[in-house]
């Protein structure tokens, strides 16, 4: 048995528009490295962390309460270290969280010889994604260890289906320097939606499944539209109307909130395309005082993966 690895685990685009807390995607070059090895005392010790300020303690670490979870079911007889390289930082909307959830039972189930499947390996991690986000959920855990884009059909049971992924895709995103935490991204959401766009929200849904499924781009397009999340969450977010115009003005097939914010989205067909996207998405901030930070990412259909043992 191998006693160390050290993993890539991505950053990850979740609701996707139109797929509320059900959809997501898994970016490629964007992420954290973890190092995991064993050791004889038995648990699990964060002993490194570089790049942002995260609690050492384990029960306090989303990565270590979701390696928790997996040691008290496999009952190894022996422990793990972990240490941190946070490349994503906390609270930009692109999975920070769930790249170290997903992160550290990915790795210890390599050491262990592979014992559980994504599914269960997504069960462990949602419990270190609760300690973030006060809730257990899935759309940003399963893109990063599944890849590609992913639905979760079911949270009990869980349920993660894997959909196809279109070569020619690519992300665009820009994460604008503020803070919006999910609990007040959540509170501003309503209660109740009128009948009629929860009708147009699930036939989106359904025709983006379908466009993935058949490489239909123009059906991509016109079924990347959120009519029940976008109209309120984007108030959080500055310029996020001018973003949108000028992304969809150079041809981004679509566009969108990437979980709760602040970063947004935009999918394009080709590189050049998301070229093109990226410069208009900057312009409009570059126009204004705030900071930002741009990535463009084809569709990672890999998700997390070993770089050395």
């Known amino acids: 048995m191998n006693k160390e690895i050290r993993i890539f685990s991505p950053g990850t685009v979740s609701n996707v528009a139109c797929g509320f807390d059900v959809l997501g995607f ?96 997504t069960a462990f991690a949602m419990k270190g994604e609760a300690v973030s986000s006060q809730s257990e959920h899935a759309d940003n855990l399963a893109p990063a260890i599944f890849g590609g884009f992913v639905l979760v059909k079911s949270l009990n049971p869980l349920e993660i289906l894997n959909l196809p992924t279109p070569e020619e895709l690519y992300a665009v995103i820009i994460h604008p320097q503020i803070e919006i935490k999910t609990l007040e991204a959540r509170a501003i959401l309503p209660k109740d939606i009128p009948l009629q766009k929860a009708i147009t929200q699930w036939a989106n849904l359904g025709s983006l499944v379908h466009a993935l ?67 208009a998405m900057r312009k409009v901030y570059e126009s204004s005082s705030l900071q930002f930070e741009t990535y463009l990412s084809k569709i990672n259909k890999e998700g997390i993966k070993t770089i050395s043992k």
């Open 26 to 121: 898994c970016l490629d070059h964007i992420g954290d490295e973890m190092l995991v090895r064993t050791t004889p005392q038995q648990g699990i010790s964060i002993t490194k962390i570089e790049g942002y300020d995260l609690p050492y303690e384990t029960e306090k670490n989303v990565a270590g309460v979701s390696a928790l979870a997996l040691i008290e079911d496999f009952q190894p007889g022996f422990g793990f270290e972990i240490e941190i390289y946070k490349r994503i930082k906390p609270g930009s909307g692109i999975g920070s969280s769930a790249a170290s959830a997903a992160g550290s039972v990915f790795a210890i189930n390599e050491l262990l010889g592979k014992p559980y499947n994504k599914t269960q390996l």
């Open 213 to 279: 499924h058949s490489d239909d781009y123009s059906l991509l397009q016109r079924s990347l539209q959120d009519v029940v999340i976008e109209p309120y969450r984007s108030q959080l977010i500055p310029h996020f109307d001018e973003v949108k115009t000028a992304a969809l003005k150079q041809g981004a097939l679509g566009f969108g909130i990437s979980g709760s914010g602040p970063s947004i989205f935009a999918i394009t067909k080709g590189e050049d395309s998301a070229r093109s996207v990226e410069a």
